[in-house]
């Protein structure tokens, strides 16, 4: 009875550690789904946003014909039909996450700045000047850099050799 009592307990102890080795791999195969899971959902997420960008990439395209068109309209009537609709496509956009960048009067940062051309006054280096061509961000990545002219600071010793 002995014997019989101590291969159940070896049954039991080799069940026991089947059972628990099981357990950790269905724990491991969970973990694994679960991760999975969250990379599809990022992935997902992903493809929707470079869907919108591309979108709203060719969308700019008619938000600047907009912006070029309205001062040409001057005090005609349709001026406030275009501005209207101009406006709710702004709105839109902006919905989606489409921020336009703020250039005039700070410093030119590179990621959201491209230099067209430089004028030598007495502003301080590298401060844009004027913004010849807006820039926007899609939910903090820039999809156009601002197109922009920045000052080229004078020297004061450099502008009395000079005139």
């Keep these: 009875m002995t014997e019989d009592l101590e291969q159940v307990k070896k049954d039991l102890d080799e069940q026991t550690r089947l059972a628990e080795e099981r357990l950790n791999r269905l724990k491991y195969l ?30 700019l395209v008619i ?16 001026r406030e039909g275009i501005m209207m609709i101009q406006k709710k496509m702004v709105k839109i956009l902006r919905d989606y996450g489409l921020e336009p960048i703020d250039c005039m009067g700070r410093k030119f940062d590179p990621h959201l700045h491209e ?11 590298n401060t844009i000047l004027e913004e010849i061509s807006k820039g926007y961000q899609l939910k903090s990545k820039v999809i156009r850099p601002s197109k922009v002219k920045i000052a080229e600071h004078i020297a004061e010793d450099e502008g009395e050799n000079n005139g």
């Design 30 to 59: 969970q973990a694994d789904f679960d991760n999975y899971r969250k990379w599809s959902e990022k992935e997902k997420a992903s493809i929707i946003a470079l869907a919108n960008e591309s979108l709203i990439k060719d969308l």
């Design 63 to 78: 938000l600047d014909d907009f912006e070029h068109a309205l001062p040409s309209l001057g005090e005609e009537k349709n």
């Design 115 to 125: 230099v067209i051309c430089r004028e030598r006054c007495n502003e301080e280096s």
